[in-house]
């Protein structure tokens, strides 16, 4: 399968593209930098340089990769919880869900691509007895998510409305390339690896719809993607 994989020298990105490769598909990597470049190359995808907010370029990009499905895996997260800049990290993050994320959906269906997969988040949902499930209300957009859950929402939307669109709702990083390398931190965690095979997966199991990835915890349930995605928590790359 030839993918194309927006955010190819993220976090998820270093992890998914190896394993893209391995299973025998044919990879286009995103970077905003041409410093990245090489090191996508290098893990076996095709890098190719282009800002998501340039919906131009990201439409020729696209369409010159002919993709039989798009990852959509771009953040914009440099600084940590508890950082002076974390406040901005927050603002240009939301700004990559609500304008990057459309310019992305409307590149993919430029180029006639119908499955397009997206990282979303599974802090989302409100405190309640038992665990959350996909369809839950997600919080009120307000205190520390007023700027969250708009952005969430947008970014949702725009992929849910495409013919095969799939959300993953991630729990909390940890691992390699990730704030929290030696553990989870917060819960619901979720190891990057998990979180790349879940995205792995994604491209040939599953239905459209939103699905929460992360380990079992008592205040979130994955039950959907373990049985539909195969996502497996424990999944682990060898490197």
């Keep these: 399968m030839r993918v194309f994989l927006a955010g190819a020298g993220g976090a998820i990105g270093r992890r998914l593209t190896p394993l893209l490769v391995k299973s025998g598909h044919q990879v286009t990597g995103t970077t905003?930098?041409?410093?990245?470049?090489?090191?996508?190359?290098?893990?076996?995808?095709?890098?190719?340089?282009?800002?998501?907010?340039?919906?131009?370029?990201?439409?020729?990009?696209?369409?010159?990769?002919?993709?039989?499905?798009?990852?959509?895996?771009?953040?914009?997260?440099?600084?940590?919880?508890?950082?002076?800049?974390?406040?901005?990290?927050?603002?240009?993050?939301?700004?990559?869900?609500?304008?990057?994320?459309?310019n992305l959906a409307a590149a993919a269906r430029a180029a006639g691509v119908r499955r397009f997969i997206a990282q979303s988040i599974a802090f989302i949902y409100p405190p309640g007895p038992g665990a959350r499930v996909e369809t839950d209300p997600m919080a009120p957009a307000e205190g520390a998510m007023a700027r969250t859950i708009p952005a969430v929402k947008a970014l949702e939307a725009a992929a849910l409305a495409m013919p095969e669109g799939i959300v993953l709702r991630y729990g909390y990083f940890y691992g390699p390339g990730t704030w929290s390398a030696d553990g989870p931190a917060r819960r619901p965690g979720l190891h990057i690896d998990a979180a790349a095979q879940a995205a792995a997966n994604a491209l040939t199991r599953g239905e459209p719809g939103i699905y929460n990835i992360a380990e079992d915890d008592p205040t979130l349930s994955s039950e959907k993607a373990k049985r539909l995605l195969g996502f497996d928590p424990d999944f682990r790359l060898s490197v």
């Design 32 to 102: 905003r930098s041409a410093d990245k470049a090489g090191a996508i190359g290098a893990a076996g995808a095709e890098p190719v340089v282009v800002d998501v907010f340039d919906a131009a370029a990201l439409t020729r990009a696209v369409a010159a990769a002919k993709p039989d499905a798009v990852i959509h895996q771009l953040t914009d997260l440099a600084f940590a919880p508890g950082t002076p800049q974390y406040e901005e990290a927050l603002a240009r993050n939301a700004r990559i869900r609500i304008e990057g994320t459309p």
